[in-house]
Structures are given as structure tokens and as C-alpha cells.
């Protein structure tokens, strides 16, 4: 049965709190909790359409709606208003399932008519749908096995902690007892022995770690040395609640030194509903990269309409969003060592992001046909007996397998950097993130034109040069001084090709040349966020011309179709209707070389 909705009336009205001066306002906070618990409203026959700024677009749409059911939500308060609004809650009898200390939010189940009225307390910041999350799903019609091209001499990230937060783990030979400790958050973040009823968990740790034992080696992970932590968020079918995941990011941030957690693989998302300020699942990676901890995000699997065919741009999933989260897009790599026969996938999601237009991916890595470790009691390895590989492995692919590739290389980052400078400080994650852009090799399409930015970021992974990058980059060197100790080339040869580096870096409203990987640049200390707090061109750059500038806005306006259109209108940068699915992004293609504030095109 639907409960009534709180009002905020009774000489407590919001009127008359917005008229009082602050002191009073902050002394009255108690006060406004208990007229939240005890007062009755008389429900208006018409829906709700004040003061939903602080809901995010799918609770908005309820709440205008009329819609009176219950909903899970992620509530973000101020720092001073988690403990009262938790316990108001649940005086009134709401069900508050977690709280998340970390953002300074809780998740509860609340009453879609009371949502409105709850979104104007005053240390009440935002309140999210608790999202359903899903695995980065494979593409069924795999046929090709895909190839790293790494010498079996990489150092193997020995020492380097990776938290898998996915679907769970299943101990098999090729991870070699490295699964270091296990938790299942479906569970409320036991402690349990490792286990994986779906699959998708078990396929990406072994892109990651495994050691290709059952398979001579044959199918060993990027990083076949690493420790594995595992952190149970997704069920049997692969899907599972944004809170969970927020509280496994939680926990390893909590726990990194304990358990020696360097980096979080994320080859799961949904569809980005509000800005990444608001957003919980984005705050809560940004609070882990804060911390030290570089995590690594599946941009999503919607870069092509499963209708029409017509390729899609704005696509990104959440936590694909968050600034300084390594986002990832996925190529084909057509069964060889060669880089010159590589395609992006069709499927990978495109940028830029939903309300921030942000450009993302960061970079794209092998992501189409990867055989892996099976979770050989999972539905998937149980379901699916055309992408089993002999007894143990599984084939599949998305940009889920493409984010666990570039979380090996991430460790083998790390454990190069370790071994050359045992005594300096460590790469911050903005130092990661920046060697592995600046190395990649930028991908062209067919007809040998570089895919935009939007598509590939600066192009794709590649590990032997950012482990060349990363061994003469010493982190002991003051700040703005050079930091580069040997001699590089900005080269890799692959197969017999000799293959430049991108040279540049994306950072999240800019791409170019920008700031000089060589030097310990203020922007690589660990207190920056990507995108944030650092003075850049006022350009945004997303193909090979500039394509907007800082004055550019996207109104309500766009236009989708075969082109990219928006309308400079001055206030902050916005997106027009989300869609309730990425599966609804902007498709059609970018393409055109005039640039004008009417309309806005990219230029491959």
C-alpha cells in the first residue's frame, strides 16, 4: 500500500524556511526532520513539477508522472546531514538499507510522492535511482580469437593488487591460489569463499591475471603475476544494484593498504541519468582515485543501434563519466599481432557523455573474441556451449574485456615503475591514466582515416610502451622539473611495424599536446581531479580540428541524425532529453568540416 506523502506545512512550510537567516535555518534542521516525519500532505491530482533539480532524470520523470510507488534511491546529503536524515527515515519508518560515509549518502527505500517533498530539506543534495548495474554483456557472435601481442618476458604485475568488483570469482588452476580475499556485496560485503554464478567475473579477472596455465600458456592474462581481490556486486544473471557497487568501491578504498589494492577493474554500468557531480556511482570512483587507487571503467557496449545498424555517439555509461576513471572502448583485433588491421568495434560506446559532454573513451584496447578463464559453474560457461573453448575457457567479448586488458597493463605499469625507482614515490593515477594515453597507437578505420576522439579516445593501449614510458619516469624529481631519465623513441614495433605513439592526452574537456608527460607537471599530483583544477585551452578538441569552444553549450535542441548539432545558448553545458536507455543515443555519424556555433560537427 502507497503511504501518504510528507508535507513540509504546519508553520514549517519552505517558504518560511527560505525567508530565516542561515544560523536559524541550521538550528531549525532537526526540527524540519521531525514536520518530514509527522505530517500528512493532501496529494494534488496533478504531478509534481517544482523543485525536482535535485532528482535525477528517471526519479523526475516519476515524480511529474504522479507515480506513487516505492523506489530505491541513493540519498547525498551534506557532511552534517547523513546521521540526522538516516535517523529521520527511519523514525518514520522508511527503510534505510546502507549508508555510504564515503559520498556522505544512504540508500533507502522511499515512496515516488515523497520524493519531492524529501529533495527540498536543505542538507539534502540529490537523490539518485539506486540503478540497475549490468555486466558490459558479451557479444554473442564471437568467432575470432583476439591477441594481446605481449612477449611472454612482461614482468607480469607481481606484487600489483587488482579488485575485481563484478559478478565474483571461481578458483581454478590459472589463478594459482593469487585470489587473495573475497567478499560478496550482494551479501552485504561478507566475507565468503570465492565463487561466480554468472560467469562475467571470473572471464574478466582472467583477461586480467590469469596465467594460462590449463591452455600452455596459450590464453594468459595481461598481468598473469597479480594478486586478485574479489568483490561480488553482480547475481546469477549478471545484473545487480548501483548501492552494492558503491559500497564494494567503498570498502576496497577503505581497505587499499590492507589489502593492497592498486587498481578496481568496473566492466559493468547503466545509462547516466543526472551530471557526474550528482552522480553516486561516479563520486564514489572519484573518491577512489583520490585515494590513490586507479580504476579502470567498461565505456559500454551501445555504439550501434541494434535496429538500424547506423553507428551511435553518447553512449557512455556510468561510471564511464567519472573524470578520473580510465574509461574504455573496445577493438577488433582480427586474430593478429598486427595493429595496422585493427578496427574499433561497432558496438563500443562513443562520447561524449550525457550532460557534461565530457570527451570519452580515454583509450580502447582488445576487447572482440578474448578467450578467458570459465567460470565452469556459471550460467554463462553452462548456457552458452558455442563460446566454450575446450574445458576451461570461454570466449567473449565487449568493452568489458577490453577494460580488464587495460587493467593488466595498468599493473604492468606499475610493477615497471616499482622495479626502476624502487625508492620514489609512486605513479599517481592521473600519471597512469597520462602514460598509457600518450603511448597508445591511434587506430584508423577502413579506409585509413584516424577515428575521432569521440570513438577511440587517443587510440589504443599500448603496453610495451608504457612500460618503456613508465621505467625512466622518476617520481622523486621536484614538482615541474623533468622527470624523464633515459632516451624514447615515442615508438613501438609490433609484428614488424614500427608504430607512433599517440603523443597526446585527453583531458576530459581537451586533447592535444597540452601539458609534457616528460615533466612531473602539478597536474599529475594525486589531489587532481582529471578534468578539474587545472588551467587548459579553452578548445575542446575532438577530432583533428577544433570543434567547440568554452562560450559552446548544448541546449534542449539537438538535432540527431547524420550529424552532431547544437546551439550555443551560454548558460552550462547540457543535454537534451536522456534517454532510458543507451540503446536511445544519438545515432548517426559525425561527420562535416564547417564549425560555427549553430552547428557544431567533428571533422575525422
Not at 547525498?76 to 540526522?84: A, I, M, P, Q, W
Not at 578474448?370 to 565487449?398: E, M, Q
Not at 609490433?494 to 599536446?513: C, F, K, Q, R
Request: charged fraction near 15%; charge should be negative; aromatic fraction near 8%.
Amino acid at each position: 500500500m502507497d503511504e501518504p506523502a510528507p508535507s513540509y506545512g504546519a508553520g514549517l512550510s519552505v517558504a518560511l524556511l527560505r525567508g530565516m537567516p542561515w544560523n536559524r535555518l541550521r538550528f531549525l534542521t532537526s526540527s524540519f526532520f521531525c514536520a518530514f516525519l509527522l505530517i500528512p500532505v493532501v496529494v494534488d491530482a496533478q504531478p509534481f513539477r517544482r523543485n525536482t533539480g535535485k532528482l535525477d532524470e528517471r526519479l523526475a520523470r516519476a515524480v511529474r508522472a504522479g507515480d506513487r510507488d516505492s523506489k530505491r534511491v541513493i540519498i547525498k546529503t551534506t557532511s552534517r546531514g547523513l546521521t540526522g536524515l538516516t535517523g529521520a527515515l527511519r523514525t518514520r519508518g522508511h527503510s534505510v538499507r546502507r549508508a555510504h560515509r564515503t559520498i556522505n549518502a544512504l540508500t533507502a527505500d522511499i515512496p515516488a510522492s515523497a520524493l519531492n517533498d524529501l529533495s527540498q530539506l536543505p542538507d539534502v543534495e540529490s537523490i539518485s535511482i539506486d540503478a540497475i548495474v549490468r555486466a558490459e554483456d558479451y557479444v554473442p557472435e564471437s568467432t575470432v580469437r583476439g591477441t594481446l601481442g605481449l612477449p611472454l618476458w612482461t614482468p607480469g604485475g607481481d606484487g600489483v593488487g587488482i579488485a575485481v568488483v563484478d559478478s565474483g570469482l571461481e578458483p581454478g588452476p590459472d589463478f594459482e591460489g593469487r585470489i587473495v580475499a573475497f567478499y560478496d556485496f550482494t551479501q552485504g560485503g561478507r566475507a565468503v569463499p570465492p565463487s561466480d554464478e554468472y560467469g562475467h567475473g571470473t572471464h574478466v579477472a582472467g583477461l586480467i591475471a590469469g596465467d594460462g596455465g590449463m591452455s600452455d600458456r596459450r590464453y594468459r592474462g595481461v598481468a598473469h603475476k597479480a594478486r586478485l581481490i574479489g568483490l561480488k556486486v553482480l547475481d546469477a544473471n549478471g545484473v545487480g544494484y548501483t548501492s552494492d557497487v558503491i559500497s564494494a568501491i567503498e570498502f576496497a578504498t577503505a581497505n587499499r593498504d590492507q589489502l593492497g589494492i592498486d587498481i578496481i577493474n568496473l566492466s559493468l554500468g547503466h545509462p547516466i541519468l543526472e551530471p557526474a557531480a550528482t552522480d553516486p556511482l561516479v563520486q564514489a570512483v572519484e573518491a577512489a582515485a583520490r585515494a590513490g587507487i586507479i580504476v579502470v571503467v567498461a565505456a559500454g557496449n551501445y555504439g550501434v543501434s541494434s535496429e538500424t545498424g547506423e553507428p551511435g555517439y553518447a553512449g557512455i555509461l556510468s561510471p564511464g563519466n567519472a573524470p578520473s576513471a580510465i574509461t574504455v572502448g573496445s577493438v577488433r583485433t582480427f586474430d593478429t599481432d598486427r595493429r595496422s588491421d585493427d578496427r574499433v568495434a561497432e558496438y563500443s560506446s562513443r562520447g561524449p557523455t550525457w550532460y557534461d559532454g565530457m570527451a570519452k573513451p580515454d583509450i580502447v584496447a582488445p576487447g572482440h573474441g578474448l578467450v578467458s578463464v570459465a567460470a565452469r559453474s556459471g550460467s554463462l560457461y553452462l548456457d552458452n556451449p558455442a563460446l566454450r573453448v575446450g574445458r576451461w575457457y570461454l570466449r567473449l567479448s565487449g568493452t568489458s574485456m577490453a577494460a580488464a586488458v587495460v587493467s593488466g597493463a595498468a599493473a604492468l605499469i606499475l610493477q615497471a615503475h616499482r622495479n626502476a625507482f624502487p625508492s620514489s614515490p609512486p605513479l599517481s593515477v592521473n600519471a597512469v591514466k597520462a602514460i598509457l594515453q600518450y603511448t597508445a597507437l591511434p587506430v584508423r578505420d577502413a579506409g585509413g582515416g584516424r577515428y575521432d576522439f569521440l570513438t577511440q579516445g587517443t587510440g589504443s593501449v599500448n603496453a610495451l610502451g608504457a612500460i618503456e614510458l613508465a621505467s625512466l619516469l622518476d617520481t622523486a624529481a621536484p614538482i615541474s622539473a623533468a622527470w624523464l631519465v633515459g632516451e624514447i623513441t615515442s615508438s613501438t614495433v609490433i609484428d614488424n611495424e614500427t608504430l607512433d605513439w599517440a603523443g597526446y592526452i585527453m583531458w576530459a574537456d581537451a586533447v592535444g599536446s597540452g601539458i609534457a608527460v616528460y615533466v612531473n607537471d602539478p597536474a599529475w599530483a594525486q589531489n587532481i581531479i582529471w578534468g578539474s583544477s587545472v588551467e587548459w585551452d579553452d578548445n575542446i578538441i575532438w577530432g583533428n580540428n577544433v570543434i567547440w569552444g568554452s562560450s559552446i553549450a548544448w541546449g534542449s535542441n539537438i538535432i540527431w541524425g547524420s550529424s552532431l548539432i547544437g546551439l550555443a545558448d551560454g548558460g552550462a553545458t547540457s543535454w537534451g532529453t536522456v534517454p532510458d536507455s543507451p540503446e536511445q543515443a544519438a545515432w548517426g555519424s559525425l561527420a562535416g568540416t564547417s564549425v560555427t556555433a549553430e552547428s557544431i560537427l567533428t571533422s575525422p
